[in-house]
Structures are given as structure tokens and as C-alpha cells.
């Protein structure tokens, strides 16, 4: 199998070869078609709390980053509950010692994957695990339905673009902060953009709400995390997408959480449905061969892609 490989930011992904890996009695083998490039994916390499946390409980070899792929199933352990040719979405899980998804073929366990109908393309699905369960995580955790209030902080990111449509899904009303270049996009999912380019976001947000949840994937040093939690309803909460250790004594609140978008089966379903319903749309920035692996990370690191970048094995 191929994977794309560096041990740190300094040292560039380079694509090697390594012998296949073995099945588990619930295992399957996927031959991966499309990659969906996420923040994580970099953050990986840069050392810091989720390294350590790689090396404390990953698997040993090569550093292999990526979580999201989709792909069709080539093999099956005779205990997995699918089949040779299923076409399937999914997301590999380190701490179950599985190598990341920048590769040409992944192992997982069943329950990782969801199975697609026809309609719905490998570039569509691999756009969906960790933006898609991190917003379907969020909307549980306000509790939204119909006539909630949910603002959007990072709406033209593939968290918040989901976040939209799925808040929409569900009757309920969304305000989107993003630029002028994005608030066409932003309204064309049904929700009122927010310029954070013309002054002050959150306050040109508050005649919006009270909200019952806001979705905080930018960062409290953008939006400080005082003046989100003033926007909210008495039962509201902020979902902290974004964390860093200067938010962690505000997770005492009851109005502040974090949020881990952690693919499995049943939320990866919910997801697959909202896209054969016609309720999700999934918009890809830019599709890069798995050997330019470095250029998509770098263009992730900028913090300007609208929607996903998607990697080609
Ligand atoms: N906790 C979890 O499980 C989890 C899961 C997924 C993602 N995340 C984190 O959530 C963050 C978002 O990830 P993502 O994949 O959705 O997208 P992303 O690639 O980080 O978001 C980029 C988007 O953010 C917009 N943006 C930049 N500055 C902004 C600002 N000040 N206000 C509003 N929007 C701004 C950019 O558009 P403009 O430049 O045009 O504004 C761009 O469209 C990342 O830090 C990621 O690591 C966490």
C-alpha cells in the first residue's frame, strides 16, 4: 500500500510504500478513492497535546495523518458485517492503532463505516466524517430544533457549511459569520450572513438572537468566549470546536462544551441520508493528488479553503 508520510511540520508528506496490514476478526479493507483534508490532519504533525497523544496510543511505524476517506471495500474478516464491493464512507481511529487515511487502501473496523447508496459519489462522502459528525455533534448538543437560534462563527469552513444546512434541516434558524466573499454562500444555505470583514461580528450578530447555540469554530482569541456567552438563550450553550488551554477553566460553565467530531457508523448514516435527501450539499475547494499531500496542507494551514480540499489516491 501507498501512504503519504512525514514525521513533523518541518519534514515535507512524502508518499512511500508499506506492506499491507493485517485484518482484525472485524475488519475490513477499503481501497480508498477520496480523502477528505482536514485541520487535524496538520495539527497532527505539529507536535503538541494530539501528537502525544498519537504516540502514546497510535499505532508505531510512520507517521500516516487523515481521518476521512471513502472508498470501496476489497476485503472483509469473516466477523464484519460488510461485503467485497460495498462502497463505503468512513474514518480511521488512531487509537485503535490504525493508521491514518492518506493511503491508498485503509483497515477499520465495520462499525467505522457507513454504506453509500449510488447516489451519492466517493468525492461527496469523503467531504462528510469529521465536519459532518462535529455539526450533527453541536446541533445535539443545543438541542436544536425547529425555531432554535444558532450562530455560526467559521461558516464558510466545512464545519460551519454543514452546520448550516443541517440547522436548516431541522426548521431551525441560522446566522452565518464569515467575509464578504462567502456571505453569498453563506445565505444561499437559508441562513443571514454576518461581514466579519465591517466591524464588530459579534455584535452584529446579537439583534439575531438570543441563540440557543453557538457553533465556535474560529478560535476564542477571534471571538472571545465572554462576549459569545452573553449571545445566548438562558438554557444556551457555546460548542467549542476550536479549543486551546486558555478555554479550558470556562468548560466549568454549563453554557460552554467542547465538541469531538469522532466518526462511527450511526452519525456517518444521518449524514449519508442528509445527503440523499438533498439536505446536504458538500462544496470541494480544490481535488489534489495524494502526492501533493503538502500543497493541501499548507492551503488547510492559511485558514482560507471554503468548504473541503479533497486528496486523490
Ligand atoms: N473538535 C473537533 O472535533 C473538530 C472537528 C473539525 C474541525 N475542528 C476545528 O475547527 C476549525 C474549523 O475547521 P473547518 O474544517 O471547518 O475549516 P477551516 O478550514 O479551518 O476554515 C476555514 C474557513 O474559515 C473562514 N474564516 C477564517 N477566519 C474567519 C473569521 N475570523 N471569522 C469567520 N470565518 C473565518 C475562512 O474564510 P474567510 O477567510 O473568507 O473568512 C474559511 O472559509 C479548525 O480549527 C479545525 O481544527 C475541530
Avoid at 515535507?12 to 482484525?24: C, D, K, N, R
Avoid at 462528510?128 to 461558516?155: K, Q, Y
Avoid at 440523499?276 to 489534489?288: D, F, N, P, S, Y
Amino acid at each position: 500500500m501507498i501512504v503519504a508520510t512525514s514525521c513533523s511540520a518541518e519534514e515535507p508528506l512524502t508518499l512511500v510504500e508499506l506492506p499491507s496490514e493485517p485484518l482484525g476478526s472485524r475488519d475490513v479493507r477499503v481501497a480508498v478513492r477520496a480523502i477528505g483534508v482536514n485541520p487535524v490532519d496538520w495539527k497532527m504533525r505539529s507536535g503538541g497535546p494530539l501528537r502525544l497523544a498519537h504516540r502514546i496510543l497510535g499505532p508505531r511505524g510512520p507517521l500516516v495523518v487523515g481521518v476521512d476517506f471513502a472508498g470501496e471495500v476489497v476485503e472483509a474478516a469473516e466477523r464484519a458485517d460488510l461485503r467485497v464491493g460495498d462502497r463505503v464512507v468512513g474514518g480511521t481511529d488512531f487509537s485503535r492503532k490504525q493508521l491514518g487515511s492518506y493511503a491508498s487502501e485503509v483497515v477499520v473496523r465495520d462499525e467505522q463505516c457507513a454504506v453509500l447508496p449510488a447516489s451519492v459519489s466517493f468525492e461527496v462522502a469523503a467531504c462528510l466524517p469529521v465536519p459532518g459528525v462535529t455539526a450533527l455533534t453541536c446541533l445535539e448538543l443545543g438541542r436544536v430544533r425547529e425555531a432554535s437560534r444558532v450562530l455560526v462563527l467559521g461558516a464558510s469552513g466545512a464545519v460551519g457549511l454543514a452546520t448550516l444546512q443541517l440547522t436548516r434541516a431541522r426548521g431551525a434558524r441560522a446566522v452565518g459569520v464569515c467575509s464578504t466573499r462567502n456571505a453569498a454562500l453563506v445565505e444561499r444555505y437559508g441562513a443571514i450572513a454576518v461581514d466579519y470583514t465591517k466591524g464588530d461580528a459579534l455584535a452584529a450578530a446579537a439583534p439575531h438572537g438570543p441563540y440557543d447555540l453557538v457553533v465556535h469554530a474560529v478560535g476564542t482569541a477571534t471571538y472571545p468566549l465572554r462576549a459569545c456567552r452573553s449571545l445566548l438563550t438562558r438554557r444556551g450553550v457555546v460548542a467549542l470546536v476550536v479549543i486551546r488551554p486558555a478555554d479550558y477553566p470556562a468548560l466549568a460553565h454549563r453554557d460552554v462544551a467542547t465538541v469531538l467530531g469522532r466518526p462511527h457508523r450511526a452519525v456517518l448514516e444521518q449524514l449519508v441520508s442528509a445527503v440523499a435527501r438533498g439536505e446536504l450539499e458538500t462544496l470541494v475547494e480544490e481535488k489534489i493528488p495524494l502526492a501533493e499531500a503538502e500543497r493541501a496542507h499548507a492551503m488547510s494551514r492559511g485558514g482560507r479553503v471554503v468548504g473541503k480540499l479533497l486528496l486523490i489516491p
